[in-house]
């Protein structure tokens, strides 16, 4: 049994309305906690942000979402389901690979029509090798997601025991990449299994091979696209949140927290005090320890995951080679992960990550408009370029970066581009990420499951980190996983309420609205 908080928590408020929040507020209301919510923003959403301009609605956060499950564990915590609010479309394919030998691959996530595209792209005994793998990343999902993935640790102890075991005897304290490589021959199909190890920030070649789980989930799980864009997933849950009684501040920066001994009494905003038995800090690590007043001493220094620079480009064109997602890997491999965690180089010969949210959604650009989204990991502010450096080099980048999408094949990208948005380091910086990357602390060995920054800090008695910088780590359903987990410490209860989502296909939304900044009145009696 993990540790609960003691003493009351009739009313938690919860400091920021991004999915972790959210979560953590549907799980309290859903244990009858009382609850307020306060989002510095003029709506909800965090990194999963959404921006208008020139009639383009461009997410500005995460562009995948797999394991829609875990999100509707979140609705049903209130006897709401995600289906009923959110239209998700399963992407066929996932993914497009492109090489830079010009051979492409489509990475679907049904076993039999990836076999046959395994089978075309390198022959029969590459396609043996990928049923093998999907079997092996299926073990390793099914022994990590309830004892390691889905888990709070108050000490390292809490890992021993069969499931420890049966993690390591699947090979799970191995590397990631060599245990791909034990099944795939191909380099190409190795890059196709291994290339999310970005979003842990460890080379592949260094990874714990526990971390192929990624893997699972975009390869094997499913990829979805909610209708309307990522960001109709915040925007759903915030509506949830409201739905079930919560109290929803929008445009209100938290100062300061009041405290009394080692208990927080209230969260001080610029519009006032709000009271509360307990608290739920989501923001990045920084700013929460600022607000705490009290930065956990660790043995090693805190690393962090690379960053990137998003280009998002409105174009009144697109070319047909992109699908919804589409990897363009450059020759480069090793070299370009040694550039991103070691040397602090801009890729050289960068892979790249496509997203063409308007082939699935047209409704998110003008008529016969369409919205490309191009990310390119770049080295975090700490080894790499400064914020100050970002400045001056991030429109030299931007020019380098579509010079390098035209020589593979967008051909006029730059100049069918009309609407555009770039996102450097910089502006990573100036929201509050540390050392100017949205990918928070990487997760090597020490700074995974009960080594990573805990949600719990001592000397605080009430209040409970959530989000990517504490358990488990970095992605959609980590991080709604942990707005589960922080509710959990707070109630000393867990919820294991998963529902399947099937039928996604079939499901229809329902309408939604955006609140921009608003209060909702607070019921007749309530406490202040």
């Given amino acids: 049994m993990t540790r609960a908080l003691k003493g009351p928590t009739d009313h938690v408020v919860v400091v920021g309305a991004g999915l972790a929040g959210l979560s953590a507020a549907?799980?309290?209301?859903?244990?009858?906690?009382?609850?307020?919510?306060?989002?510095?923003?003029?709506?909800?959403?965090?990194?999963?942000?959404?921006?208008?301009?020139?009639?383009?609605?461009?997410?500005?956060?995460?562009?995948?979402?797999?394991?829609?499950?875990?999100?509707?564990?979140?609705?049903?915590?209130?006897?709401?389901?995600?289906?009923?609010?959110?239209?998700?479309?399963?992407?066929?394919?996932?993914?497009?690979?492109?090489?830079?030998?010009?051979?492409?691959?489509?990475?679907?996530?049904?076993?039999?029509?990836?076999?046959?595209?395994?089978?075309?792209?390198?022959?029969?005994?590459?396609?043996?090798?990928?049923?093998?793998?999907?079997?092996?990343?299926?073990?390793?999902?099914?022994?990590?997601?309830?004892?390691?993935?889905?888990?709070?640790?108050?000490?390292?102890?809490?890992?021993?025991?069969?499931?420890?075991?049966?993690?390591?005897a699947l090979g799970g304290f191995g590397r990631w990449e060599n245990g791909v490589a034990r099944h795939l021959r191909d380099e190409r199909l190795r890059r196709v299994f291994t290339f999310q190890a970005l979003y842990a920030g460890v080379p592949p070649a260094r990874a714990l091979a526990a971390y192929a789980v990624i893997a699972y989930m975009d390869t094997?799980?499913?990829?979805?696209?909610?209708?309307?864009?990522?960001?109709?997933?915040?925007?759903?849950?915030?509506?949830?949140?409201?739905?079930?009684?919560?109290?929803?501040?929008?445009?209100?920066?938290?100062?300061?927290?009041?405290?009394?001994?080692?208990?927080?009494?209230?969260v001080i905003t610029g519009q006032g005090r709000i009271p509360c038995d307990a608290v739920v800090l989501t923001p990045d690590l920084p700013v929460i320890y600022r607000l705490l007043g009290r930065t956990p001493r660790r043995p090693l220094r805190l690393r962090h995951a690379p960053s990137a620079v998003v280009l998002h480009a409105g174009c009144d064109r697109t070319w047909p080679q992109l699908a919804h997602h589409t990897l363009s890997?450059?020759?480069?491999?090793?070299?370009?992960?040694?550039?991103?965690?070691?040397?602090?180089?801009?890729?050289?010969?960068?892979?790249?990550?496509?997203?063409?949210?308007?082939?699935?959604?047209?409704?998110?650009?003008?008529?016969?408009?369409?919205?490309?989204?191009?990310?390119?990991?770049?080295?975090?502010?700490?080894?790499?370029?400064?914020?100050?450096?970002?400045?001056?080099?991030?429109?030299?980048?931007?020019?380098?970066?579509?010079?390098?999408?035209?020589?593979?094949?967008?051909?006029?990208?730059?100049?069918?581009?009309?609407?555009?948005?770039?996102?450097?380091?910089?502006?990573?910086?100036?929201?509050?990420?540390?050392?100017?990357?949205?990918?928070?602390?990487?997760?090597?060995?020490?700074?995974t499951g009960p080594f990573r920054p805990r949600n719990l800090v001592r000397g605080t008695a009430n209040a409970v980190l959530a989000g990517c910088g504490t358990t488990p780590g970095v992605g959609v359903p980590p991080v709604l996983m942990s707005g589960k987990l922080a509710a959990a410490r707070i109630t000393g209860t867990r919820r294991t309420t998963a529902v399947r989502i099937t039928g996604a296909r079939r499901t229809t939304a329902a309408p939604v609205t955006h609140p921009v900044t608003r209060t909702r009145p607070r019921p007749e009696g309530a406490r202040p």
Avoid: N
């Fill in 329 to 447: 890997f450059g020759h480069a491999w090793r070299r370009t992960f040694d550039e991103l965690t070691r040397t602090g180089e801009l890729m050289r010969d960068p892979s790249l990550l496509i997203t063409r949210p308007t082939a699935t959604d047209p409704a998110l650009a003008p008529p016969g408009r369409h919205l490309h989204y191009v990310l390119a990991p770049c080295p975090h502010t700490g080894i790499g370029p400064g914020p100050a450096d970002w400045r001056d080099l991030g429109p030299r980048y931007r020019d380098a970066l579509l010079h390098e999408l035209e020589r593979r094949g967008l051909d006029g990208i730059a100049a069918a581009t009309e609407e555009e948005c770039l996102v450097t380091p910089a502006d990573w910086t100036e929201q509050g990420h540390a050392v100017g990357t949205p990918f928070s602390a990487a997760h090597t060995f020490a700074q």
């Fill in 220 to 266: 094997v799980a499913g990829v979805y696209f909610p209708r309307g864009g990522m960001h109709a997933l915040p925007r759903a849950m915030a509506e949830a949140v409201e739905a079930a009684g919560a109290v929803v501040h929008y445009g209100r920066p938290v100062t300061r927290l009041e405290r009394s001994g080692e208990r927080i009494t209230a």
């Fill in 26 to 168: 549907l799980h309290l209301l859903g244990a009858g906690r009382r609850v307020t919510v306060v989002e510095r923003a003029a709506g909800p959403g965090g990194r999963a942000g959404r921006l208008v301009r020139g009639g383009y609605h461009i997410d500005t956060g995460p562009t995948v979402l797999t394991m829609p499950e875990i999100a509707d564990e979140a609705f049903h915590a209130v006897g709401a389901s995600l289906r009923d609010r959110v239209e998700l479309i399963p992407l066929h394919p996932a993914y497009r690979a492109s090489f830079a030998d010009g051979s492409t691959l489509d990475v679907h996530t049904d076993a039999d029509a990836m076999e046959t595209e395994v089978e075309r792209f390198a022959g029969p005994a590459e396609a043996a090798g990928y049923r093998r793998l999907r079997h092996w990343l299926t073990k390793l999902y099914r022994a990590e997601r309830h004892r390691f993935l889905d888990a709070d640790f108050d000490s390292p102890w809490q890992l021993l025991g069969p499931d420890l075991v049966r993690l390591a």
